[in-house]
């Protein structure tokens, strides 16, 4: 019986081979409506991590809020003024009003209570209830801040020039948004103070918005490079878009597969596609073989059958090698580099599955006389 071999049957049937691959890259395809994002640090390691655990208990127990944005305010000749500590109670104001905003913890001057001991029991008074207007109210207000030893770096620095509202937010919220709509508030504010919004939304949400839009930058950008430099090297469109086309179907195969899964995108996988179009770039040698071929024997089809016999076992391991490299990876315990490997690895895959089978059918399809003058 004779044994199938793939690019034989590829070369006999171009069309079918090519019908074949778009059937399935559609199927790939039309997964991508399911995607789902996720930036949490946390989805980063196993629910059954001990980290994650404690971490998830710490939160139980003490009913803290998942999410919480940091609005660090420096004035460097010192925050105890009453122009400054008019402007936390002002910016404070304003954050209340915003929705998503859990306003029962937010923490500033002008929310917290300050709780010290007195005369045997317990005293408890709003921290900051009026901005202070003389030299003597701001000194009182000033003593009151270092003897609570609660307040002294979580709330104002030891130097007296930052202090910081702690901005906690419903379950859900955007932390992004929530951010913007704070500096939007800040940037009103003139003067010698500076403003700094920190938090682990704020990080997160932001690559949520961001990687896809690096993504579309880079990944066009990539594309069009290595077009480029394989139109100098081989003169050919049609064998440039058969490379081209082995990248984005490795693309769509292996991101199709990933959210086909269930799988969310996270920061890494993200730039899946970009690895992938570098890594087909290797299917060079198989046309600088074939034109080499060519030459030889003017035979279109018998150029490729021995361009795949002289190069197939080295593309071949080349791409085993490579796809058990970034597999390995799926020994991980992070969750967002796992994902990364396996899906490097199948892409890698693809990719060579594509050079045995979509690459000679295309070069099939090209003719003879631009075969030619292409090669001089």
Same mark, same amino acid.
């Given at each position: ?24 890259t ?5 997964q991508?409506?399911?995607i789902?994002?996720d ?7 196993p ?7 404690y ?19 420096v004035?460097?000749?010192?925050i ?9 109670a ?5 954050i ?17 209570d ?20 003389t030299?003597q ?7 009151s ?10 709330l ?11 901005? /906690? ?5 955007n ?10 508030i ?6 010698d @103070? ?6 682990? /939304? ?7 918005? @961001? ?7 880079f ?9 480029i ?8 469109i049609?064998?440039v878009s ?5 990248a ?18 996270h ?29 030889e024997?003017?035979?279109k ?9 002289v190069?197939?076992q /080295?593309?071949?391991?080349t ?5 058990a ?16 490997g ?5 892409g ?12 000679p ?6 003719? @003879?006389?631009k075969?030619?003058?292409?090669t001089?």
């Open positions: 019986m004779k044994r199938f071999n793939l690019t034989s049957f590829s070369v006999d049937h171009p069309w079918l081979v090519i019908a074949i691959v778009a059937v399935i559609l199927g790939f395809a039309i991508f409506p399911k789902t994002i930036t949490d640090p946390k989805n980063m390691l629910a059954t991590s001990d980290v994650r655990v971490n998830d208990s710490v939160e139980k127990d003490f009913s803290l809020h998942k999410d919480t944005i940091v609005l660090g305010i004035n460097k000749k010192g105890f003024n009453q122009t400054t500590l008019e402007k936390v002002g910016i404070t104001d304003e209340l009003k915003l929705k998503a905003v859990a306003v029962k913890d937010v923490a500033s001057f002008t929310t917290v300050n709780v010290v001991s007195a005369g045997g029991g317990i005293s408890v008074q709003p921290l900051m209830g009026n901005v202070p207007k030299e109210e701001m000194a009182a207000f000033k003593k801040i270092y003897d609570n030893p609660l307040i002294v770096d979580r104002v620095s030891k130097d007296g020039t930052t202090t910081a509202i702690y901005i /906690p937010l419903e379950s859900g919220a932390g992004k948004e929530i951010a913007d709509k704070v500096k939007g800040v940037a009103k504010e003139k003067g @103070e500076q403003y700094y919004i920190a938090g682990d /939304p704020v990080a997160r949400d932001t690559f949520g918005a @961001e990687m896809f839009k690096q993504m579309g930058l990944s066009p950008i990539a594309g069009m490079i290595m077009m430099v394989l139109y100098i090297l081989f003169g050919n049609g064998l058969s490379v081209m086309a082995v984005m179907i490795s693309v769509i195969w292996s991101m199709g597969l990933l959210i086909g899964l269930g799988y969310p995108v920061i890494m996988s993200s730039m899946i596609p970009v690895f992938l179009m570098a890594i087909a770039t290797d299917s060079i040698h198989i046309f600088n073989e074939f034109y080499f071929r060519f030459r024997t003017k035979n089809k018998q150029a490729v059958l021995d361009t795949m016999r190069v197939g /080295p593309v071949k391991y791409a085993l090698a490579t796809a490299g970034f597999g390995v990876l799926a020994i991980m315990h992070i969750i967002p580099v796992k994902v990364f396996i899906f490097i690895a199948f890698t895959i693809v990719i060579r599955l594509m050079s045995f089978s979509l690459i059918a295309a070069m099939m399809l090209v003719s @003879e006389k075969i030619l003058a292409a001089g």
